[in-house]
């Protein structure tokens, strides 16, 4: 069975509890948690769809207002949804809405950067200090001056600027999440590690290697992921650090301070390290892009999964993509996002060439976790 990923982009563990996912199970402060979800078992003589569709309604909608799931496999595409998109108009939850996608993002920001790198713009080995302002490493702890590749793949040492502080002194949720508001949120903490040594979650990473993108570019980040990624696929419904694009519908709920909280006005969704939005077949078409044979992309999604660096069990993180293993050997590539009040998931699975995205307007990963986890079993099952 696959350990479902932590949903590390935009969530507290701190503030929100500590959970940490399990197979199907969740705990909590090492306490076992009931399964909310009540995500039942394989049901292997129905279809793959049936089984999906089962394991959706499983899902109480007290409990998750709205759910989307986007399976595309070489002989057809499933697309299934399940509630509602804002719990005060009842309005269905459709596919043609963008989803706020959290860390996803960082699959094309490590993409881009790997593209720039292939022409030579950008040296993956090289230094931070050798493309930033000497002001911007001065405020890195400890005299940190990790590479691109640690920044890419969180060996980099660089705390993360999520904390309680951060939610209580720096940020107003009506604010844009930038380079200069993440560094000063870090002010005052440590280096986590030496650089290079083992993996730590840190979003501030993917706004320090942003920085580096623009100095060797002279462009911003919103202008080269157009041009290098965005456009060349034809990916007419995919928006970065935008506010409220077409299709934004979708409130989302809870927060780490009230759990039914709606998050709908929030600006959390920006940012290099989780401000991508996109319907859900655009995001199947990116993951096929970098990850299947014959992707457009392919060659940087080798690159992005070569040289993982282990993140515990079964489980490593390449540059912005994490690679699970299940116990008999599968393999699944992607990532999980996360903004308060949605949760994410888009994960290429090798062996049966298939994309899976799941969504979900509920900031619970008691309930994400498992879910995201039964579904994937019932792609892998075929």
């Not at 994490?322 to 949760?343: N, P, Q």
Request: hydrophobic letters at 40%; proline letters at 8%.
């Amino acid at each position: 069975m696959f350990q479902p990923p932590d949903l590390s982009r935009r969530h507290l563990l701190a503030i929100a509890g500590g959970a940490c996912l399990l197979p199907l199970a969740a705990c909590t402060a090492g306490k076992a948690a009931p399964d909310p979800a009540g995500v039942p078992d394989v049901l292997p003589d129905a279809s793959l769809e049936a089984r999906l569709a089962a394991v959706l309604e499983a899902v109480p909608v007290e409990e998750v207002p709205g759910i989307l799931l986007m399976v595309d496999r070489p002989d057809g595409r499933i697309s299934l949804t399940r509630g509602y998109e804002d719990r005060e108009t009842r309005a269905p939850i459709r596919m043609e809405s963008v989803m706020r996608a959290g860390s996803i993002c960082k699959t094309y920001m490590a993409a881009l950067t790997v593209k720039m790198a292939g022409a030579g713009q950008i040296d993956l080995e090289a230094p931070l200090s050798l493309y930033v302002d000497p002001a911007v490493m001065a405020q890195l702890p400890g005299g940190l001056d990790p590479t691109i590749r640690q920044l890419l793949n969180h060996t980099s040492g660089v705390p993360d600027y999520y904390s309680e502080r951060f939610y209580e002194e720096d940020w107003d949720i009506s604010q844009r999440l930038t380079p200069a508001l993440v560094l000063h949120a870090i002010r005052g903490l440590p280096a986590t590690q030496v650089p290079g040594t083992v993996y730590d979650y840190s979003n501030t990473n993917y706004h320090l290697v942003a920085l580096a993108l623009e100095v060797v570019s002279g462009k911003s980040v919103a202008s080269l992921l157009q041009t290098e990624l965005i456009g060349p696929l034809g990916l007419q419904h995919t928006y970065y650090d935008a506010v409220f694009p077409p299709g934004d519908t979708i409130h989302g709920y809870g927060s780490p301070f009230d759990p039914w909280a709606d998050m709908f006005e929030s600006r959390e969704n920006t940012g290099p390290d989780g401000g991508m939005m996109m319907r859900p077949s655009d995001l199947v078409i990116w993951l096929r892009a970098l990850l299947a044979p014959g992707g457009r992309f392919e060659d940087i999604g080798r690159v992005m999964a070569a040289d993982p660096v282990l993140e515990r069990k079964r489980r490593e993180h390449g540059l912005g993509l994490d690679i699970m293993t299940s116990r008999d050997g599968t393999e699944v590539l992607g990532h999980t996002g996360g903004v308060d009040g949605y949760f994410t998931a888009g994960f290429y699975v090798p062996v049966s060439d298939s994309v899976l995205v799941l969504y979900m307007n509920r900031s619970d990963e008691e309930i994400f976790g498992p879910l995201f986890g039964q579904c994937l079993r019932e792609v892998v099952a075929g």
